[in-house]
């Protein structure tokens, strides 16, 4: 059972690129949410889907785009990077349940904006 | 809007002694609370949760948390630190129903031996 699987792993971008996270769970998790980490400052929701054809913003939106046109993939685009989008980012999954459910997380993409 | 705070960047304490990592929260309703470990390069793990019932809850590895609502309180505890129990400790909250998941800003335990 391989749970939330994110890639790449790692990446270095320029200013201006754009690019796509990948996040796959294969646990049938309704609810998906992408975060990402900087020191000092925690987990940070950027969006999150609580079904195929559904999302919503969360914290720190900007510079971001989420589709989820299926139950398993819940991609993050990067518009056009700029170097405030150096971080880690994680993907997360939990069942329905009426949100009292854990989330799986996956082992991150550590990314770099030059 | 719902808060986590975590009030110490980094708790150290020697193997064998207990450990305590604070957890304070605000929440419109009742909460679902959560403490997530996270080691190195690694994504977070789940170690234990509160939903209702029992104040006290027990977890993995032999961790446990003490729920308190009158001080909003999740404190995360465990009897006797063990090395390995060094990591990032990160408490989260869900308000009822379907509701985002907000995050602390973690605490980083040192267990010296």
């Known amino acids: 059972n391989a749970g939330v699987t994110q890639t790449p792993k790692f990446q270095v971008l320029k200013t201006g690129q754009s690019m796509t996270l990948q996040c796959a769970q294969d646990m049938n998790h309704e609810y998906m949410s992408w975060y990402r980490q900087d020191p000092g400052m925690g987990l940070r929701l950027i969006h999150y889907s609580v079904g195929a054809g559904i999302t919503d913003q969360g914290e720190v939106p900007n510079g971001y785009n989420v589709s989820r046109s299926t139950t398993e993939d819940f991609p993050l685009r990067l518009l056009s990077a700029a170097p405030s989008q150096t971080s880690v980012y994680f993907c997360?999954?939990?069942?329905?349940?009426?949100?009292?459910?854990?989330?799986?997380f996956g082992d991150g993409t550590r990314l770099s904006i030059l | 809007a719902q808060s986590v705070a975590q009030p110490e960047d980094q708790v150290n304490v020697a193997e064998g002694n207990p450990l305590t990592v604070k957890c304070t929260y605000s929440?419109?309703?009742?909460?679902?609370l959560f403490w997530y470990v996270q080691y190195p390069n690694r994504g977070l793990q789940f170690l234990l949760k509160?939903?209702?019932?029992?104040?006290l809850v027990k977890g993995s590895y032999g961790f446990e948390a003490e729920f308190n609502k009158s001080q909003t309180s999740f404190h995360l505890k465990k009897p006797s630190a063990l090395v390995s129990d060094s990591a990032l400790y990160f408490c989260a909250v869900r308000g009822g129903g379907y509701q985002k998941v907000t995050f602390g800003t973690g605490t980083k335990l040192q267990v010296i031996p």
């Open positions: 929440v419109s309703g009742n909460p679902y």
């Open positions: 509160y939903i209702t019932g029992d104040n």
């Open positions: 997360a999954s939990s069942s329905r349940q009426g949100g009292n459910q854990p989330q799986h």
